[in-house]
């Protein structure tokens, strides 16, 4: 089955700058690529996505790379603020059903 | 409803007793989907329903745990003879169609102390 491996667990940056969470993944037939974010007592929400037909997507400070033939696929966090601080899940559909999800990145922002 | 609902919130219960947890998807959704997220790790996938019926149980992690689904919406998971590596917070999600998992909606989720 599918496996996606997610790094750093922990990260800790200043107010301002840049975060950027890795992850890869096993199957190739994997199309779709989501990021949640989860703050503490909540259900993990939709961040931003992308899908196998495109290499980048940003969406104003938050952008997500992929890399099919390496088979990765980044967050990148820019203009850090305090509210970004939470727990940071990666995922992949491999063309089945259901998402299979990275361990989880605990971001902190340092004001 | 506007989002998804699980309840109860919380759950503490004796080693070897039977818990339901329950899941209220959005209006509408037809795809419906249990994960399990234990102390600092990821989510781990548990089942998967579609309707009422449940083409995918892979996740289920022994005869123990089961679920059900009834008229296409709420969703119960039940964990007989619970044992504390059962202690976890199990969360629920719905999309409007198993094939538009962009549409992923969790719930807050239950989190159970087995004592």
Known sequence: GENVEQHPS??????GDSAVIKCTYSDSASNYFPWYKQELGKGPQLIIDIRSNVGEKKDQRIAVTLNKTAKHFSLHITETQPEDSAVYFCASRPGANNLFFGTGTRLTVIP | GAGVSQSPSNK???KGKDVELRCDPISGHTALYWYRQSLGQGLEFLI???G????????LPSDRFSA????GSVSTLTIQRT?????????????????????????????????
């Open chain 2, 68 to 71: 059900e689904r009834t008229g």
């Open chain 2, 48 to 50: 998967y329903f579609q």
């Open chain 2, 12 to 14: 503490v219960t004796e």
């Open chain 2, 52 to 59: 009422n019926s449940a083409p995918d149980k892979s996740g």
């Open chain 2, 83 to 115: 044992q504390q590596e059962d202690s976890a917070v199990y969360l629920c999600a719905s999309s409007a169609d198993s094939g538009q998992p962009w549409g992923y909606t969790f719930g807050s989720g239950t989190r159970l102390t087995v004592v």
């Open chain 1, 10 to 15: 922990t990260l800790s940056v200043q107010e």
